[in-house]
C-alpha cells in the first residue's frame, strides 16, 4: 500500500511540474544552510526554510517564507566555585510575504532579490537556576538575493544569502536549496 501512495505522489509531481519559467507559475522550495548567530555563545547554527514564488510576469513575483533558525549552544559560568555550563539555546521562527524582482532571468537560469516582512516567534532561552527567557514575538523581516537553475527534468537547484531580523535581532544566513514549478494557479 505505502509503495502505491508514493508512486502516486511521484506521478503528481511529474504531472504537476512545469517543465520551464513562465509568467503565473508558482515555485516551491526547500532551503537549508548556516545561520550565524552574533549575540549567541554559539555563533554557529542552523536556517531551514520552506519558500513560494508567484511570479506574474517574467521581471516580478510575490514569495513567502517560512523560516526557522536553530541554534544550540552552551554558557561557561561558574556556580559554587565550580566551572560549568550551561545551555543557551535559541528558536526562531519567521512567516513573511513580499515582493521580488529577477535581476536576471535567463531560460533556465535566475538571479532574483526579495524582501519579506512578517511575524516572528521564538525564544531565547539560558538554562540556570535563574533562568530567564526572551521572547522573539513580534515583527520580522527578511532580505534574500540569490541564484537558480532549472534541470532538463525540471527540479531547480541554487543559493541564497539573506538575512533575518526576528526579535530586533539581525542574523545572516547561507542556504542551498531545491525546488519545482507546479500550476496551481
Known sequence: MKSKTLWACLLFLCIATKAFAQAGYTQIELQGG?????????????????????????????????????????????????????????????????????????TDQWIYADVLVGYGFGEELKASEDSKTWSLNGLATAVQIGAERQTSAGWIFGANLGGYLVGGKVRPAVCLKCGAFFNIF
Open 34 to 106: 548556516y545561520e550565524l548567530f552574533p549575540d549567541m555563545s554559539k555563533k554557529s547554527g542552523v536556517a531551514l526554510n520552506l519558500g513560494a514564488r508567484y511570479a506574474f510576469d517574467e521581471r516580478y513575483f510575490i514569495a513567502a517564507l517560512l523560516h526557522c533558525g536553530i541554534n544550540n549552544g552552551s554558557y561557561e559560568g561558574e556556580y559554587a566555585g565550580e566551572t560549568t555550563s550551561l545551555k543557551h539555546t535559541m528558536r526562531e521562527y519567521m512567516l513573511g510575504v513580499g515582493p521580488g524582482i529577477y535581476l536576471y532571468n535567463g
